[in-house]
T-cell receptor, first 109, second 117 residues
């Protein structure tokens, strides 16, 4: 069974700072997904990483995938308050998505 | 991107009653739909996978007689919570995978918040 672990689970950071969220997975995953969830809302798709070495960037967020290390990272650059949310990574075993526990991010002034 | 809708968005029901939640793919045909449940401050847990025209596949620990899933068409799946109890109160989210095109994408619905009193 594909297991997905994220860390940290909670992250408080100041505006303007950089930080990385890590996502490890236990077995081969066809794809790796990153989602954002705001309180009371459903998931918003951020990135889909399809192959080893894949890197995608959107605004202040950049995601990468290392399939050999079974590791994906979500890097936040110069954080702003609007990025406060819960971020989930999910692995795709070809059947359904297995989600990590989520990283609750709070960006403070 | 593709759109998945859920109805209702919020529902409050009394203990012992049944509640039906609909999940529709609005602009594509979904061969597979997934139902997730999310408790407060927790991650999404897959409950079941539903394929059009066949019986749903339930995850371990999910009672199939309590959570009835029907995927009658390529655009509609329903989840019925039967004899609901307060512990069934949760955020239920469906997602759908397309029959063609970008097969790796899963599109999530906006969720249904169920409160059982």
């Amino acid at each position: 069974e594909l297991k997905v672990e994220q860390n940290p689970l909670f992250l408080s950071m100041q505006e303007g700072k950089n930080y990385t969220i890590y996502c490890n997975y236990s077995t081969t995953s066809d794809r790796l997904y990153w989602y954002r969830q705001d309180p009371g809302k459903s998931l918003e798709s951020l990135f889909v990483l399809l192959s080893n070495g894949a890197v995608k960037q959107e605004g202040r967020l950049m995601a990468s995938l290392d399939t050999k290390a079974r590791l994906s990272t979500l890097h936040i650059t110069a954080a702003v308050h609007d990025l406060s949310a819960t971020y989930f990574c999910a692995g795709d075993s070809g059947y359904a998505l297995n989600f990590g526990k989520g990283t609750s991010l709070l960006v403070t002034p | 991107g593709a759109v998945v809708s859920q109805h209702p968005s919020r529902v409050i029901c009394k203990s012992g009653t049944s509640v039906k939640i609909e999940c529709r793919s609005l602009d594509f045909q979904a061969t597979t739909m997934f139902w997730y449940r999310q408790f407060p401050k927790k991650s999404l847990m897959l409950m079941a996978t539903s394929n059009e025209g066949s019986k749903a596949t339930y995850e371990q620990g999910v009672e199939k007689d309590k959570f009835l899933i029907n995927h009658a068409s390529l655009t509609l799946s329903t989840l019925t919570v039967t004899s609901a109890h307060p512990e069934d109160s949760s955020f239920y989210i469906c997602s759908a995978r397309g029959a063609s095109g970008v097969s790796y994408e899963q599109y999530f619905g906006p969720g249904t918040r169920l409160t059982v009193t």
